[in-house]
């Protein structure tokens, strides 16, 4: 008897516990689903309410909705009149030779872009075979880039700068056979900023002609300086006139220079395309070309130098030597540490093209005059 009293104890006390267990997983399932429709309950109003609000924003009233109407009629007015205004003084500023004719932006035959040179698909991307981090070949008859490398970013142009001071100097002088006499600060000027210098002397009389071989073919600082204060009065109002020349080249937006030299500053920049363009310039100017293609010229004498002061373009005496494939008839070099060895030049190569070749920052000077090299026998 005591064994099954005890038995019926605990089986009721099992009885209970599994009651007690039933009861509150029921009052968990109920306070779960009373959590889960206020939560779609919640979601629903905020809908209603983000549709109700953007229905009432939207809405117009019948005076707004006129208003509206008006403004958009008016603007659509003031649009029509431009347009028939713009087309009116497009037609009364278009010749009649115009009319009809078909125009490319990108070759408008204006001043300001006699010497420009269009990229075709036929344009060579240059690579690693030539070492130059800047490079640009043209075809000056065909106006076209025959190969390119970065050639329309800033570059530091060095004594390349003289290819203007020359042709600024040239369009602005009549008298190449006038007398000026060196200044201390001229003669002084390469030794004190270490540049190359003609090898003129404080007090010497030159002929402004030897001035413009002195600034070439030994890339004379004080032959620039020379050409500056004789053709201006001083450098800085002789740089405003190579400025003034590169706008009208069209030259303006990418290129601006300091100094007549190539001496570096941070504001004296231009492109290796600029620099083509500018070159191209020198070309169609006869004097310029026979200064930039001498090999080596002397200097008429003086009483500091009597019999002359021989100049040697060493760039045109090397590559002369390279097989090219025609050949190198104009060109200028310059270094600083900052744009590296580089060149530009003028010549015909293996197709018999006359071309324009300009270079930046090879790391000595033959390397530089193998990529021109290498460039004419390629493309030229």
């Known amino acids: 008897m005591g064994n ?4 019926d104890s605990a089986y009721q006390m099992r009885k209970a516990r599994r009651k007690r267990e039933i009861r509150r997983r029921r009052r968990r399932r109920a306070l779960l689903k009373k959590i889960f ?4 309950l919640s979601v629903f109003a905020v809908t209603a309410a983000v549709f109700l609000i953007g229905k009432w924003g939207t ?3 019948p005076g707004e909705k006129n208003t509206v109407k008006a403004v958009r009629e008016s603007l659509r007015s003031d649009d029509a009149g431009q347009q028939n205004s713009e087309e009116e003084d497009f037609e009364q500023t278009e010749s009649p030779d115009d009319a009809g004719s078909e125009t ?3 070759t408008d035959k204006d001043e300001n872009s006699l010497f420009h040179y269009l990229e075709t698909e036929d344009t060579v991307r240059l690579g690693e075979d030539i070492v130059s981090s800047y490079a640009i070949f043209v075809d000056v008859d065909e106006e ?11 570059i530091v142009p060095a004594s ?32 004190l900023h270490d540049c190359s210098g003609a090898g003129f002397e404080k007090g010497e009389t030159v002929k402004i002609r030897d001035l413009l071989y002195g600034a070439i073919l030994p890339s004379g600082a004080d032959a620039a300086l020379g050409l500056a204060v004789c053709t201006a009065g001083s450098q800085e109002a002789f740089v405003e006139l190579m400025n003034k020349k590169l706008e009208e080249l069209g030259l303006s937006d990418t290129a601006h220079f300091t100094n007549c030299i190539g001496s570096y500053e941070e504001d004296h920049y231009c492109t290796v395309y600029d620099m083509a363009v500018i070159m191209r310039a020198a070309v169609e100017n006869e004097i310029c070309r026979e200064v930039l293609s001498a090999h ?22 090397r590559i002369e030597d390279k097989d090219t494939g025609g050949e190198v008839v104009l060109g200028k070099t310059g270094y600083v540490v900052q744009s590296g060895n580089c060149a530009v030049s003028y010549g015909t190569g293996d197709k018999g ?8 920052n090879a790391f000595n000077k033959w390397k530089c005059i193998n990529d021109h090299a290498a460039m004419y026998k390629k493309f030229g």
């Not at 429709?37 to 779609?40: D, P, S, Y």
């Not at 203007?164 to 390469?190: H, P, Q, S």
């Not at 002061?309 to 045109?316: A, G, M, R, T």
């Open 59 to 61: 809405e117009e009233s």
């Open 160 to 191: 390349m700068t003289k290819v203007l001071t020359l042709l600024v100097a040239v369009e602005n002088l009549d008298d190449l056979d006038a007398e000026f006499t060196i200044t201390k600060e001229m003669a002084e000027y390469g030794f």
């Open 353 to 360: 093209r006359n071309c324009i070749c300009v270079t930046v």
């Open 104 to 106: 490319d932006n990108s």
């Open 296 to 317: 080596t010229y002397t200097t008429s004498g003086t009483e500091q130098h009597p019999d002359g002061i021989l100049l040697s373009n060493w760039f045109l005496r």
């Open 4 to 7: 099954r009293h005890g038995e």
């Open 144 to 154: 076209t880039i025959l190969a390119g490398k970065n050639e329309k970013d800033r």
């Open 37 to 40: 429709c206020a939560g779609l």
